[in-house]
């Protein structure tokens, strides 16, 4: 990622802004700085919650912020090399080249290392391949801490996920409910009676011949609606290869005794003017239907399951608390030490970084992505995002997903909640400690502002809010749905939730490579369905945006290095504050393990024997887990 500093001299800017090599800061803020946001309303996006910059005292962007910013991102890069991209030096043949994966990944060669691998003048580059094998998914597992050697007996297993029809069935929603809680996938929807009504009509003959009048009427009719996505067009990416995913919904039948759920109809539809297909298990083409349910289901995680709900949504509430919190506001010392960095990422993201550091998905650029989070936010409320209303909107109950312990067949559902429950105890706490009754809530003219800015149209234009906050329940809630999201966020960075699963990428998919679509009937070889997977440079693309997350340390971690109790955020005055701050970073720091053991454990049953010791890249990764949203 050393590119993102091409238009700057590091170590110049390194010396004005006081930076010590090696040392890693939060963008500075000074005495005339303040947030601003662009103006989407005047770009015609009325439904997106403002996304906020650091302003110099003109108003403009400023510089100092953007330029940290980009030495802390190229800093994440550099220490992510001597771990995980050195350890891709295993050598794949793919189209009759043979390199190492770095080089099949990125075309270059291995940092550092030997020039490159004799293969003059190849066509094409090693970054631009379909794969000959679909195990060849395992590029980007890196032999640092033995990711490579302990994750090796699945790659059959996931590989038959692409190309054996039963296997591709069976695994679809638990690849999904036990490995997307980076991408929030908290999808699936109960089908109600309104909702069959209009897929009988979409689905056509499938809905009668796969029984799913009787499946709704007994509540095992389930679905997840990808539509929105049905308006992104096919994406020509700068090095020549096509990026797509169509809309699609799939539609699943539950098991009532085990709980399991399994895919039986998916539509697909596209801007192409054609009707929308619609595939079953039957149909030649399932297995590309699968994928594009995959697909889909993994662009909707990235840019709105994890960052409209986690980035947008919070750097909105975060500018308008800057802005209208008082210096030495009582609720500081809760909110800002994790509110650092993500105002800052999300705006050079935007405008400086996008090609360097986003996904490989079908979003082009900033335009792209603000039509889509626009058209999402459409009459969402910003309760909406937390876990028990997404339940309650999607007729979701943990009886139906209960088959020993709450959750345990949608996991990623009980990791949310129990994520929700150690953020809501810590707020509680302090929320009931610096104010003493409703009527000082009521009476914080300081959090009455913040409230009234975050909800206007011309301000932080997040929908929903309470009109104004009079009791600590209120605000207790409030403020651990915004504390939630930067909590949660940083599930993503523990190499469990990304090693081995999401880095075998055809598991999840930032794109399709063609943007033909087959008809249900159509027959696609294994090689016929390997060219619309991702190729080998899109899958570097995934490989440095993971790698990004955990072969970094975070700037500041959530849990000091020293221990939960130590650096404490509240004066000795407010003991029972830092005694719930305390508690807050003990029970996140049990979850890590938690998590890990439970990853171990389902990793075990997908190789079908006991679970053995946590592997080395799984252990000691409470650490990884940041303060705030950094990336």
């Known amino acids: 990622m050393s590119s993102i500093l091409h238009w700057i001299e590091k170590e110049l800017l390194e010396k004005a802004l006081h930076v010590q090599p090696g040392e890693v800061r939060d963008a500075p803020r ?18 997106c919650p403002a996304i906020p910059y650091w302003a110099n005292e003109y108003g403009d962007p400023d510089f100092q912020h953007i330029v940290a910013t980009l030495i802390n991102l190229n800093g994440r890069a550099e220490d992510a090399e001597p771990t995980g991209y050195h350890g891709l030096g295993t050598v794949y043949t793919i189209d009759g080249q043979k390199n190492n994966a770095y080089e099949f990944l990125y075309d270059k060669p291995l940092p550092p290392g030997p020039a490159k691998n004799p293969n003059p003048d190849p066509s094409p580059p090693p970054n631009e391949l379909t794969l ?100 992104l067009e096919p994406l020509t990416a700068l090095d020549g290869t096509v990026r797509f995913t169509p809309g699609t919904v799939t539609v699943l039948k539950q098991d009532p005794t085990t709980k399991a759920l399994t895919p039986i109809a998916i539509t697909v539809a596209t801007t192409d003017g054609r009707p929308q297909r619609v595939y079953t298990g039957d149909d030649n083409a399932w297995c590309y239907a699968l994928q594009a349910a995959k697909t889909s289901s993994t662009v909707w995680g990235i840019w709105l399951g994890h960052v409209y709900h986690w980035h947008i949504v919070t750097a909105a509430m975060q500018m308008t608390m800057y802005n209208e919190l008082p210096a030495g506001h009582k609720l500081y010392a809760l909110l800002e030490p994790q509110s650092q960095s993500l105002i800052d990422f999300d705006f050079v993201l935007l405008t400086h970084l996008w090609n360097q550091i986003s996904p490989p998905t079908p979003v082009p650029g900033y335009l792209s992505l603000l039509e889509l989070l626009d058209k999402f936010a459409d009459g969402r409320k910003f309760s909406d995002d937390d876990p028990q209303s997404e ?26 909640l129990e994520i929700w429950g150690i953020t809501e105890d810590y707020v509680s706490a302090v929320v009931n400690d610096l104010y003493g009754g409703d009527g000082d809530v009521e009476n914080d003219t300081g959090l009455q502002k913040w409230m009234k800015a975050a909800g206007a149209r011309d301000d932080g234009n997040v929908r929903g809010l309470p009109p104004g906050i009079q009791t600590r329940a209120q605000l207790t809630e409030v403020l651990t749905s915004i504390l939630y999201r930067v909590t949660v966020h940083g599930a993503g960075s523990l190499n469990p939730a990304v090693n081995p699963v999401l880095s075998f990428v055809a598991n999840f998919p930032p794109c399709l490579q063609k943007a033909a679509i087959p008809e249900p ?21 995934m490989t440095t945006f993971y790698f990004t997350f955990v072969y970094s340390p975070p700037y500041k971690p959530l849990i000091p290095k020293a221990g939960p109790a130590a650096d404490p955020y509240f004066p000795t005055t407010q003991p029972n504050c830092n005694k719930a701050l305390v508690a807050y970073r003990t029970a996140i720091q049990t979850f890590v393990n938690d998590y890990a053991v439970a990853w171990n454990e389902t990793l075990a049953r997908m190789r079908g024997k006991p679970a053995g010791p946590l592997p080395p890249s799984a252990e000691n990764q409470a650490g990884q887990w940041p303060l705030s949203v950094e990336i």
């Open 391 to 416: 339940l309650a909107l999607r007729g979701l109950d943990v009886d139906d997903f209960t088959v020993r312990t709450p959750w345990d067949a949608y996991p990623v559902v009980g990791n949310l």
């Open 521 to 541: 009937g159509d027959e696609l070889t294994r090689q016929q369905l390997l060219e619309f997977l991702p190729h080998t440079g899109t899958m570097g693309g």
């Open 30 to 47: 000074s005495k005339t700085s303040f947030v601003k946001r662009l103006p989407l309303q005047e770009w015609g996006f009325t439904n």
């Open 132 to 231: 000959d094998d679909p195990t060849q998914f395992t590029l980007p597992w890196t032999t640092y801490k033995d990711v490579y050697t302990d994750s090796l007996d699945l790659a059959p297993r996931f590989a038959d996920t692409l190309t054996n029809r039963d296997v591709a069935t069976q695994s679809f929603w638990p690849t999904i409910a036990n490995f997307g809680l980076p991408y929030n996938l908290l999808v699936l929807a109960k089908v109600d009676a309104a909702r069959a009504r209009v897929l009988e009509l979409e689905l056509g003959a499938a809905w009668t011949t796969e029984g799913m009048s009787a499946l709704q009427a007994t509540g095992l009719l389930y679905e997840i609606d990808m539509s929105i996505l049905a308006s």
